[in-house]
T-cell receptor
Framework: DGGITQSPKYLFRKEGQNVTLSCEQN?????MYWYRQDPGQGLRLIYY???????QKGDIAEGYSVSREKKESFPLTVTSAQKNPTAFYLC????????????????FGPGTRLTVT | DAKTTQPPSMDCAEGRAANLPCNHS???????VYWYRQIHSQGPQYIIH???NNETNEMASLIITEDRKSSTLILPHATLRDTAVYYC?????????????FGPGTRLSVLP
């Protein structure tokens, strides 16, 4: 089955530790995204990548880092510099070049809930 | 991208149609209306989108007013599994790699 996987579903870390969240997709999508969601809030964009070896900062990139070494993978590292890292993290992907489709909707993974104490 | 306004919450009886409104009075001619939903603690799910014509798929119908300043998402026979937060997003046809901006949405509760 095609889709996006994120692991783990729940993650616990001590303050001051870096932590890396996994995101893998087998949809053959070029673009991938990381969002953060806080309780009762909408999604906010952290980073996005349009193509392998390229990525751009979103609205709240401070304290986060990413890499895009493979088309299928877009891991997010939450560094110790992120002041409020506890949140629900969502990864998404989409096509990014016109392949004769009408829409470019994003497909989301199940999310990782990170708790830092 | 145009700003949208949605009611924070709505209730709907199971089996009845759920009509979720969205105002987007500043929408421009090349902006689409997208609807996503998010069931608790899961990733958002694409529902439907449209430009100016009404659209229907297996999940829902989208009714866009003639002036395009508002729209309504219709779930024809709501079930308990439709309880979720519904997001209305207005944006140009996504350019290369651009993201969607998700506001707080409408929390729909389908009641037995």
């Amino acid at each position: 089955d095609g889709g996006i996987t994120q692991s783990p579903k729940y993650l616990f870390r001590k303050e001051g530790q870096n932590v890396t969240l996994s995101c893998e997709q087998n949809l053959n999508h070029d673009a991938m995204y990381w969002y953060r969601q806080d309780p009762g809030q909408g999604l906010r964009l952290i980073y996005y990548s349009q193509i392998v070896n390229d990525f751009q900062k979103g609205d709240i990139a401070e304290g986060y880092s990413v890499s895009r070494e493979k088309k299928e993978s877009f891991p997010l590292t939450v560094t110790s510099a992120q002041k409020n890292p506890t949140a629900f993290y969502l990864c998404a992907s989409s096509i990014s070049r016109d392949r004769g489709q009408r829409s470019y909707e994003q497909y989301f993974g199940p999310g990782t809930r990170l708790t830092v104490t | 991208d145009a700003k949208t306004t949605q009611p924070p919450s709505m209730d709907c009886a199971e089996g009845r149609a759920a009509n979720l409104p969205c105002n987007h009075s500043t929408i421009s001619g090349n902006e689409y209306v997208y609807w996503y939903r998010q069931i608790h603690s899961q990733g958002p799910q694409y529902i439907i989108h449209g430009l100016k014509n009404n659209e229907t798929n297996e999940m829902a119908s989208l009714i866009i007013t003639e002036d395009r300043k508002s729209s309504t998402l219709i779930l024809p026979h709501a079930t308990l599994r439709d309880t979720a937060v519904y997001y209305c997003i207005v944006r140009v046809a996504p350019r290369y790699g651009q993201n969607f901006v998700f506001g707080p949405g409408t929390r729909l509760s389908v009641l037995p």
